[in-house]
């Protein structure tokens, strides 16, 4: 998927279930659990162990999947082979930026500073992460739209279905739900009703069905 179609799904899907997990039961089985609570982009993340072995079952499935805590070439080239659809990183990386662009694949690039918002866009993100954004809250991305108002902003770090649409409604385009939609012991032990009912409430807090 090329920038401008991965920014309008997300848009217009704007929930990324970000999974932490030591293990992973079963990565399709896990992607269709979000779905049916109303969550359809998940990052899996470099600090799980055989991560491009899960990202590899769940992009079988065509599921919309990608990957974080990309840090290196090496893994954005890994992830991308993998079938990553996107690529996540939590702060400016160009040799990451540069895999992704080389890949074809669009990639949102951490930053949290003024600075570091323009670096990315320099960079070529098809959006921005705002991590940690709990440290200074959902007006803080109305702020950053005041220099920056076309860049699309996705805030992560903190964000839970009590504060979710506040970011959103101060300018976020998506918001990234860690634990509270993706338990790390669910996630682990295949406990996929609760996976469900967790993805389903926070997607009722945004008001979506």
Known sequence: MTPAPFLTALTADPVVAVVRAPRIADAAALCA??????????????????????????????????????????????????????LVTPGCRPQVADAAHRAGLPVVLGALTPTEVADAVDLGAAAVKIFPASGFGPRYLKDLHGPYPGVPLVASGGINAGNAADYLDHGAVAVCAGTEVVPADAVADGDWATITECARRFTAALGRP
């Open 33 to 86: 659990a979000l779905a049916e609570g109303g969550v359809h982009h998940v990052e899996f993340t470099f600090t799980t162990p055989d991560v491009t072995r899960h990202l590899a079952r769940a992009a079988a499935t065509g599921a919309h999947v990608g990957v974080g805590t990309v840090l290196t070439r090496g893994q954005a080239e890994a992830a991308a082979d993998a079938g990553a659809r996107f």
